[in-house]
């Protein structure tokens, strides 16, 4: 039995790091074979080594700082992309910049991005991407709201459709009404793009943060992202699991949700976290008191969505 106080340096721990460098690996192999192009080997074999990294520090550090892995993953890959990806080779990797490239029918930059992290990978780490490699959400994790005060308001949950839709007329009015097709040609286009996008998002992100007490309020009502998540997450190899012999109802995990699932529910239900709102950022994992919560590797999907609703009232309730 494992002292959670201690580090745990066991095959147990490099299992999932080795399996995910390994994915990136392979990635980066075929992308290079496919294409010739060097780069793929250094993208995803960094992108790779970070993410193996973090994960190693997420499952061998002592509990109460297992999220440390997590953060060093998330910077590690969303400076990255953001600065080096983003900035200084000139990828637009914002979702217009997705759509613009489905356009022009090159399956590189934001197109492998988008299907790699955010599209197709979600099959195997869920929405993964929102809590260890988000650029977006690296810089809101330093906001000092990290539990919500108050349940998810049901009436904002529209917002992230009507964002994603606007983005994707606004690439169609370029292409198709102002025939534009050149708009990618020169890369600085791409960075204006890039950046203004993401003053917006970050100025946004941290307004509904103060506003609502609650960091990942961006990400539950305004970021387009989870619509393509969501549909491929609900599969999701990876989730979160309450052992029901282990669980002894305290409420800390939900509680500390910071996407406000009612992950006992769930429990209560005999599934795993089936949640397409779930991040993966083991919050409940470290708070658990019994060790009941736990990542495990399955095939389950189910489509009833258990979250915590109630806006107004959860702020008066005893908190732990
Ligand atoms: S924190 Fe652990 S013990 Fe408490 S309710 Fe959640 S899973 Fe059960
Ligand atoms: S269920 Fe656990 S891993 Fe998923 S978002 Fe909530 S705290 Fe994070």
């Given at each position: 039995m494992r002292d959670k106080n201690k580090w745990d340096i066991s095959f147990k721990t490099m299992k999932s790091p080795l399996m995910f460098a390994m994915v990136f690996y392979a990635i980066a192999i075929w992308r290079y074979l496919a294409t010739g192009y060097e780069f793929y080997l250094f993208n995803f074999g960094y992108i790779g080594t970070a993410l193996a990294v973090g994960l190693f520090f997420n499952n061998a550090l002592p509990k109460r700082h297992s999220t440390w892995g997590r953060r060093i993953a998330q910077l590690l890959v969303g400076s990255y992309l953001l600065?080096?990806?983003?900035?200084?080779?000139?990828?637009?990797?914002q979702i217009e910049g997705f759509f613009t490239y489905l356009l022009m029918g090159v399956f590189a930059g934001a197109t492998l991005h988008y299907f790699v992290?955010?599209?197709?990978?979600p099959l195997l780490f869920n929405r993964g991407w929102c809590s260890w490699a988000c650029w977006t959400a690296m810089v809101l994790?330093?906001?000092?709201?990290?539990?919500?005060l108050n349940g998810r308001?049901?009436?904002?949950?529209l917002i992230r459709y009507l964002h994603f839709f606007a983005s994707l007329g606004i690439v169609f009015y370029v292409w198709f009404?102002?025939?534009?097709?050149?708009?990618?040609?020169?890369?600085t286009m791409e960075v204006y793009w890039l950046l203004v996008g993401n003053v917006l998002y970050f100025a946004v992100g941290i307004f509904l943060g103060f506003v609502f007490k609650d960091n990942r309020a961006f990400c539950k009502y305004?970021?387009?992202?989870p619509v393509f998540q969501k549909i491929t997450s609900r599969y999701a190899i990876m989730k979160i699991e309450i052992d029901q012999e282990k669980c002894?109802?305290?409420?800390l995990c939900e509680k500390n949700c910071p996407m406000n699932i009612k992950l006992l529910s769930y429990k209560d239900a005999n599934q795993?976290?089936?949640?397409?709102?779930?991040?993966?950022?083991t919050t409940c994992m470290e708070i658990c008191p019994k060790s009941a919560v736990s990542l495990t590797n399955k095939i389950d999907a189910y489509n009833k969505e258990h979250l915590?609703?109630?806006?107004?009232?959860?702020?008066?309730r005893k908190t732990f």
């Open positions: 600065i080096y990806v983003g900035f200084i080779l000139g990828e637009n990797l992290a955010k599209i197709i990978g994790d330093f906001l000092p709201w990290k539990k919500p308001l049901r009436s904002l949950g009404i102002l025939q534009d097709r050149l708009i990618y040609a020169d890369k305004v970021c387009p992202i002894i109802d305290c409420g795993r976290i089936c949640s397409t709102e779930c991040i993966l950022c915590d609703y109630s806006f107004l009232d959860r702020g008066n």
